[in-house]
Nanobody, 115 residues
Framework: QVRLVESGGGEVRPGGSLRLSCAAT????????LAWYRQPPGKERDLVAL???????NYADSVKGRFTISKDSIKNTLYLQMASLKPEDTAVYFC?????????WGQGTQVTVSS
């Protein structure tokens, strides 16, 4: 069984940076995509960044140039480096793993951007 655990969230001032981590455990093979989503208060969950196993990345327009998705295959960890944070980036951030066997989600980590 695959388990995803996010960490690294917190409260930061506008313009600040955070790095989110998502540690994956379990039997992980035939990976299709790795991704980060976020869900602001009272809104739907939306895609923030996605990475294919070939290394192609895609970002939501609202985070392009500020966020970077990356992975450490040895540590089985997915990262989201966030810079120049804005109040509208406030949300619960979820990592997502899409395998041939199914789709898996972490429990989420809260990011709050506030002065």
């Amino acid at each position: 069984q695959v388990r995803l655990v996010e960490s690294g969230g917190g409260e930061v001032r506008p313009g600040g940076s955070l790095r989110l981590s998502c540690a994956a455990t379990g039997i992980i093979f035939r990976v299709n995509t790795l991704a980060w989503y976020r869900q602001p208060p009272g809104k739907e969950r939306d895609l923030v960044a996605l990475m294919t196993m070939s290394g192609t990345t895609n970002y939501a327009d609202s985070v392009k140039g500020r966020f970077t998705i990356s992975k450490d295959s040895i540590k089985n960890t997915l990262y989201l480096q966030m810079a120049s944070l804005k109040p509208e980036d406030t949300a619960v951030y979820f990592c997502n793993l899409n395998l041939a066997s199914g789709t898996y989600w972490g429990q989420g980590t809260q990011v709050t951007v506030s002065s």
